[in-house]
C-alpha cells in the first residue's frame, strides 16, 4: 500500500515536472585582467601589463561577449577603465582598492611588513541578477614576500556570492586567486612552499564549500595557479567532494573537452584559469553546456589584451526545487520531518545528507530540505 501511494505522488511529481517553468541557462566567464601598476616607485612591476588603455578594452570586449556573470582577478590599479562601459548593463562588486603608494601608509624602514589589503577579486552580474549576500574570506596559508610571485604583497583569498539568476534560480558562486609560482622556480624545482601554500588554500576552499553547502549548486572559478597534473587537484578536491556523499564536482573542461579524464601529466591546452561546478544530491543540478577558452576574440592589433585568455562557460539549470514545491503545495500539512524520505527516483533514503527529498507520512508527501 505504501508503495503504491508513493509511486502516486511521484507520478504526480513528474506531471507537475512538466508545467514547471522550463530549464535556464546562463554563461560565466572567469579572467586574470593583469592590473597590476605598470611602475611601482619608479620600478617596473608589470610594464608588459594592460594598463589604463588596455583595461578600457578588456571592458570593452567584456560588454561585447555579454556574459550573465562575470568574475575578475588581479583588479588592482585600473579598476575604473575595466569596467566603466560596465556599469550600465551590470552591476558591480565592491572594489578593495589597488597596489600602489598614494593613499596607503608605508613603513618604509619596515618594508618587510608591507601587506596591501586589498585581494584584486571582482565581480560584475547582469541587472536582471539578484545578489543576495557576498563575503570575502583571506587565505590562512601563503608564501612568497619578495620572491616566489610576491603573493603575500596582497591580501589573496576568495570571495562567495549567493546568487538567483534571472529566472529565479538559486546559485553559489566563489571567486579566487590562489598562490602563484615563478616560472623560474618551477624550473629549478624550488616551488614546494608555493605548491604547499595552494594545497592548504584547496582544503581550505574544500572546508567553506562543504560548511555552507545546502541545495543550491556551486560554481568555484579564477585563477587558480593549479595544473591537475602537479597539484593533486582531482584527489584534494573534486574526489574529496564526491567521497562525501553530499555532491558532485566537475571540471567543465575535463569534462566537455578532455573526456572526463583529469591530466596525469603536463596537457599543452590545460591553463591555470578553470570553471568548476559542484551539483548537491537532491538539490539544484547545473548541465555544463559549453566550455571556450577566447584566444582569437581576446586580441588587440593581433596581441593579447592581457597574460591570461578568458575562460567562459555556458550552464542550463534544472531547479527540482520549484517541481518538489509543487508537490507540497498539493499535499500540505505533514508532520515536521519524522516520516519516510525518498529520492526522487523513489528510492528510500535511511539517513539522507543535506540536499532535497520527498518525505511521506501516511498518505500525505511533500518535499523536505534536509541541512
Not at 578594452?57 to 579598476?79: P, S
Request: net charge negative; aromatic share 10%; with cysteine.
Amino acid at each position: 500500500m505504501k508503495r503504491k501511494v508513493l509511486m502516486t505522488v511521484l507520478a504526480a511529481a513528474m506531471s507537475l515536472c512538466s508545467q514547471a517553468q522550463p530549464s535556464e541557462q546562463f554563461s560565466i566567464a572567469t579572467l586574470n585582467v593583469d592590473g597590476l601598476p605598470q611602475k611601482l616607485l619608479m620600478i617596473d612591476v608589470n610594464s608588459d601589463g594592460p594598463g589604463s588603455l588596455g583595461s578600457l578594452r578588456i571592458g570593452r570586449y567584456l560588454l561585447q561577449k555579454d556574459y550573465d556573470l562575470v568574475f575578475t582577478q588581479e583588479d588592482f590599479n585600473y579598476h575604473d577603465e575595466l569596467t566603466f562601459l560596465l556599469e550600465c548593463d551590470y552591476r558591480l562588486d565592491c572594489w578593495s582598492g589597488d597596489v600602489g603608494i598614494v593613499g596607503h601608509h608605508i613603513d618604509f624602514l619596515h618594508l618587510q611588513n608591507l601587506r596591501f589589503e586589498c585581494d584584486g577579486l571582482g565581480a560584475c552580474w547582469k541587472n536582471n541578477v539578484k545578489v543576495e549576500s557576498a563575503d570575502r574570506t583571506a587565505w590562512n596559508t601563503f608564501f612568497g614576500k619578495f620572491s616566489h610571485a610576491n603573493d603575500e604583497m596582497v591580501t589573496k583569498g576568495f570571495r562567495r556570492y549567493e546568487l538567483t539568476l534571472a529566472g529565479g534560480t538559486p546559485v553559489v558562486v566563489y571567486n579566487m586567486h590562489m598562490d602563484a609560482s615563478d616560472d623560474a622556480d618551477e624550473l629549478e624545482g624550488n616551488d614546494a612552499k608555493d605548491r604547499e601554500a595552494r594545497q592548504g588554500e584547496w582544503k581550505q576552499l574544500l572546508a567553506d564549500i562543504l560548511d555552507r553547502l545546502d541545495e543550491r549548486p556551486v560554481i568555484v572559478v579564477g585563477d587558480l595557479n593549479s595544473y591537475y597534473w602537479r597539484d593533486d587537484v582531482e584527489n584534494l578536491f573534486i574526489n574529496a567532494i564526491a567521497a562525501t556523499g553530499k555532491a558532485t564536482a566537475s571540471d567543465v573542461w575535463v569534462e566537455l573537452e578532455k573526456g572526463g579524464v583529469y591530466p596525469a601529466s603536463a596537457a599543452d591546452d590545460e591553463v591555470v584559469d578553470k570553471i568548476i561546478y559542484i551539483n548537491p544530491t537532491n538539490g539544484v543540478q547545473l548541465k555544463a553546456l559549453s566550455f571556450n577558452l577566447d584566444k582569437e576574440g581576446y586580441l588587440y592589433e593581433g596581441q593579447p589584451l592581457g597574460d591570461h585568455y578568458p575562460v567562459s562557460a555556458t550552464f542550463e539549470v534544472k531547479d527540482d526545487r520549484k517541481d518538489a514545491t509543487a508537490i507540497s503545495d498539493v499535499n500540505a500539512g505533514i508532520g515536521e520531518g519524522n516520516g519516510s524520505y525518498y529520492n526522487f527516483k523513489g528510492q528510500r533514503v535511511k539517513r539522507p545528507v543535506n540536499g532535497l527529498y520527498i518525505e511521506q507520512k501516511g498518505k500525505d508527501a511533500r518535499k523536505r530540505i534536509v541541512r
